[in-house]
């Protein structure tokens, strides 16, 4: 089997490795013995050697001021806040009981909820997502998925209105009242939350295409990767603590942190927006 992925590569896939492909131009193809024991790439590795490499710093510097990819680098983060900003409140929100405004189920219920939502989720990138982008392009789709997480964040206290108005709230060690048709509520936030989530694919293909130099290509997501690392590192603690503070001192019926969640995400979303003039530029 090897053997038959060794001479179907060779017969009819192109080499992508640079320094191959430049001395397959120039001198001619490459022979079996040559690209199983490398010997045909000597000459280009020479060239290599010769040529110095790029300050990767100074490059690093070059793209942090790029007017067209510090706006995305940016939105890296952002997006990666608002992602992980919901994760960690919506489990505190379903895990606290309903007098403070919470759904007060159970852990495995939440779990189960989870659960299924992640396996919507799994679908709707493979299916759903290609269409899409297929359809509208990287940067409209991905404004619109950003826009979603505000819509998430807003039907968060809608939701808790309408429990408070329905269910009584109970004392410990009573057990809550089961929520029945109010899953669907429920539900129509975390299918919001997965529509939201299509961001980070579409956010990917933004960034390959705000490259203003192939060599810079792991450069550039790199500091993308760690604008989403510092966004994930962020988010569940200043989130939390949000969570906690206005449930605690009950700021603003103890919507405080989805007010301050639904504002950023309004404004992620209008920055969104000028990303496409900017990467259209590159």
């Not at 605690?248 to 309004?266: F, H, M, P, S």
């Given at each position: 089997m090897w053997r038959t992925a060794m001479f179907t590569t060779l017969l009819f896939m192109d080499e992508s490795l640079l320094r191959i492909a430049k001395r397959s131009t120039d001198e001619g193809p490459l022979t079996v013995d040559e690209a199983v024991n490398g010997t045909g790439s000597a000459n280009a590795d020479r060239e290599d050697r010769?040529?110095?490499?790029?300050?990767?710093?100074?490059?690093?510097?070059?793209?942090l001021l790029d007017s067209a990819v510090a706006p995305v680098i940016?939105?890296?983060?952002?997006?990666?806040?608002?992602?992980?900003?919901?994760?960690?409140?919506?489990?505190?929100?379903?895990?606290?009981?309903?007098?403070?405004?919470?759904?007060?189920?159970?852990?495995?219920?939440?779990?189960?909820?989870?659960?299924?939502?992640?396996?919507?989720?799994?679908?709707?990138?493979?299916m759903v997502?290609?269409?899409?982008?297929?359809?509208?392009?990287?940067?409209?789709?991905?404004?619109?998925?950003?826009?979603?997480?505000?819509?998430?964040?807003?039907?968060?206290?809608?939701?808790?209105?309408?429990v408070r108005n329905v269910l009584q709230p109970t004392q410990p060690p009573e057990p809550a009242p089961p929520l029945k048709g109010l899953w669907g509520l429920v539900l129509c936030i975390l299918v919001t939350q997965r529509i939201g989530s299509m961001a980070y694919p579409a956010y990917m293909l933004v960034v390959k295409e705000a490259m203003p130099d192939p060599a810079a290509v792991g450069t550039l997501f790199g500091l993308a990767t760690a604008a989403n690392c510092l966004g994930e590192g962020t988010a569940p603690a200043i989130a939390?603590?949000?969570?906690?503070?206005?449930?605690?001192?009950?700021?603003?019926?103890?919507?405080?942190?989805?007010?301050?969640?639904?504002?950023?995400?309004?404004?992620a979303t209008w920055f969104a927006r000028g990303l496409k003039s900017r990467v259209e530029g590159t």
């Open positions: 010769s040529q110095p490499p790029p300050p990767r710093r100074s490059q690093t510097i070059t793209l940016f939105m890296g983060f952002c997006m990666s806040f608002l992602i992980n900003a919901f994760t960690s409140t919506f489990v505190l929100w379903t895990y606290t009981p309903l007098r403070l405004g919470g759904l007060q189920r159970e852990p495995a219920e939440i779990g189960l909820v989870i659960s299924v939502i992640g396996t919507l989720g799994i679908a709707m990138s493979t997502f290609p269409y899409l982008h297929a359809r509208f392009k990287s940067v409209p789709l991905f404004t619109a998925c950003v826009g979603f997480w505000g819509v998430a964040y807003a039907l968060i206290p809608l939701v808790e209105m309408i939390s603590s949000l969570f906690a503070l206005s449930v605690d001192r009950n700021l603003l019926g103890g919507n405080l942190v989805w007010i301050i969640l639904i504002a950023l995400a309004a404004f």
